[in-house]
């Protein structure tokens, strides 16, 4: 349990709502309080409160604070965030198991012996490292159905660059924090890449069109280039080769 | 057989854009649509409709575009050069596209983004509630040559008239409010923040804009550790080397840089719509002060409406004087010149 006195912490967004900050730093539990926090606020169905979501720790809410009394909304905030422990909440149910096939390395993931060597070990270790990690889905964010998972051992805690890379490719698993993302399309980023997945977090136009959701874990098994190119070749559902099943 | 606009040639990276797709944050996609909403406001002005149908946003450079049937259009947003056929026809301001004529639309003089909008809007497929691409979520597509996009039903209305846009374009004065990062940047960085003239850098696109300048860059006290936390159009993130971005309606959701303030809602249409080069102040002002400058720039869209006049065909509105025909004499300007004595009215 890692509570400190200035949280949980309510701060103003520009004009456009309000967040709940349950750490100053990723946290398992400030990640279960922030879910659990924003399922309560949808559940009171505050007509003032257009939307809400978590990032890493925080919850935020939508609100226009141009016509909304802001100090009304930090009552309300105030009170119902003094009804529980909010570290101590359960994950979501429904949760799902996900093993995602990943090449590591290679000219698809040249960031890897970098990232090996900022967390202090061979390139092998790093596959080893992050083929056997279990990692969960802090948030989804950035861009439509991206995950941000965690959390890797902790000599994975490296920095982000101090550069952007000028553009990964969708599918790219790139690493940083002690968390991994798997990008939804090619973007800059700051992350290294490291592994190269077919997998594909939004499919704007399926039922499903957000593949995952927080609480989800995954793990990324190591395939080699030729498995990578049939999956690519053979699949067009989106899943890039991955299977799930439900957990809870 | 429902009309259409054909696209015959078009710029790079011109789009169908609405109002966008509110409600998916927690799924990672921001709201996108317009780059300049205000623009759409302007243009239901126009043509009487409402300001979420769906219009062709044209970033610096416009198209050529041909209707199936009479259709109405207005021209909004950045002023571009237009002609109807070889009739130059005036920006900020409805016409009627017959059947058949070809509308070329030029490069922008004044301002980034134009908007074509269509009596009754585009009638294009809505997915996710909106149809507005999000071009950096993957959703839709920048408009080809060749493409026809259906028309919506037009409840129809005068064409011919003319409205002053809202005051967005050529840069200035942009109003911001502290974000959740202000205070880890020193007051000296904040002061010669708001001190210092930027330029809008020519990489700036839907989802956000570098502001560009010649000092030192802007630096929080902890700019790499900072955790990743939520994000909204407007925010000014300081990346890594210390030059701030303007985030804009297709920005991430998410993001790890510090900060340094958000400009509020209304002066957003300021960012977008400046050129490359465009200078640009900011300025903060307090929550309250936001608040207020909201209110009045809301009522300034609610009143654009009732601010539509009939086009006076004023020499000084017509940018190209001499492409126009001047006849005089014994010669009416309405009269076609091939029709037979037995069209003539009766006297």
């Known amino acids: ?248 | 057989m429902s009309r259409t606009l054909t696209i015959l040639t078009a710029g790079p990276g011109v789009s169908v854009q609405d109002m966008g797709r509110p409600g998916y944050l927690s799924q990672g996609l921001t709201q996108g649509g317009a780059a300049d909403p205000v623009a759409l406001h302007e243009g239901a002005a126009l043509l009487g409709q409402s300001a979420m149908l769906a219009a062709i946003e044209m970033p610096g450079m416009g198209g050529t575009f041909e209707a199936s049937a009479d259709t109405r259009i207005a021209l909004t947003g950045a002023r571009m050069s237009a002609k109807i056929d070889d009739d130059p026809v005036v920006w900020n301001a409805s016409h009627l596209l017959p059947a058949g004529a070809r509308l070329t639309i030029g490069g922008a003089q004044t301002g980034a983004y134009g908007y074509l909008h269509v009596g009754g809007g585009f009638d294009t497929p809505v997915l996710l509630g909106a149809r507005a691409s999000h071009l950096s979520a993957g959703i839709g597509s920048v408009l080809e040559a060749g493409t026809s996009l259906p028309i919506g039903a037009d409840n129809g209305g005068a064409t011919g008239n003319v409205l002053t846009p809202v005051d967005r374009f050529g840069g200035g004065a942009v109003r911001i409010v502290p974000s959740m990062q202000t205070d880890e940047f020193t007051p000296e960085t904040q002061n010669r923040f708001e001190a210092t003239e930027f330029r809008r850098d020519a990489r700036g696109n839907r989802m956000g804009v570098r502001m560009d300048q010649p000092g030192d860059g802007f630096f929080a006290a902890d700019t790499l550790s900072i955790v990743s936390e939520v994000i909204v159009p407007g925010d000014i993130q300081i990346t890594g080397d210390g030059a701030p971005f303007v985030l804009m309606c297709e920005c991430q959701t998410t993001g790890g840089y510090p900060r340094i303030g958000t400009v509020i809602p209304c002066d957003l249409p300021r960012i977008a719509q400046a050129q490359a080069g465009t200078a640009l102040r900011f300025a903060f002002v307090t929550p309250e002060e936001a608040a207020q400058i909201t209110a009045r720039a809301r009522t300034e869209i609610k009143t654009l409406a009732g601010q539509v006049r009939p086009l006076v065909r004023n020499p000084r509105d017509i940018r190209d004087l001499l492409s126009y025909q001047l006849v005089g004499g014994v010669v009416s300007a309405m009269a076609d010149p091939f029709a037979t004595l037995t069209e003539e009215p009766t006297p």
């Open chain 1, 1 to 248: 349990m890692t509570k400190h006195p200035e949280f949980p912490r309510i701060r103003t967004v520009g004009l456009s709502g309000l967040l709940v900050s349950f750490g100053a730093a990723m946290s398992e539990p400030a990640n279960r309080a922030a879910l659990a926090f924003r399922a309560a606020v949808d559940a009171k169905g505050w007509d003032e409160v257009a939307e809400t979501s978590t990032s890493l720790v925080s919850t935020f809410l939508r609100v226009d604070l141009a016509a909304v009394p802001t100090q009304d909304m930090i009552d309300s905030l105030t009170a119902l965030l003094a009804t529980r422990d909010w570290y101590d909440a359960a994950l979501p149910s429904g949760r799902k198991l996900w093993s995602v096939p990943t090449l590591y390395g290679t000219d698809l993931a040249p960031q890897l012996e970098e990232a090996a060597q900022a967390a202090g070990v061979d390139a092998d270790t790093a596959i080893t490292d992050l083929s056997q990690a279990r990692v969960r889905v802090l948030t989804i964010g950035f861009a439509p159905g991206q995950p941000y998972m965690g959390e890797l051992p902790d000599h994975w805690n490296i920095p982000r660059q101090q550069g952007l890379t000028k553009s990964v490719p969708q599918g790219a698993l790139v690493v940083a924090i002690r968390q991994l993302i798997i990008f939804t399309n090619a973007s800059p980023t700051g992350w290294r890449h490291v592994g190269q997945t077919a997998f594909k977090t939004f499919r704007p136009e399926s039922e499903t069109p957000f593949a995952l959701s927080p609480g989800d874990e995954l793990s990324f098994p190591a395939i080699d280039r030729a498995e990578l190119d049939h999956i690519r070749k053979h699949d067009d559902s989106g899943n890039g080769g991955a299977t799930w099943e439900d957990i809870a």
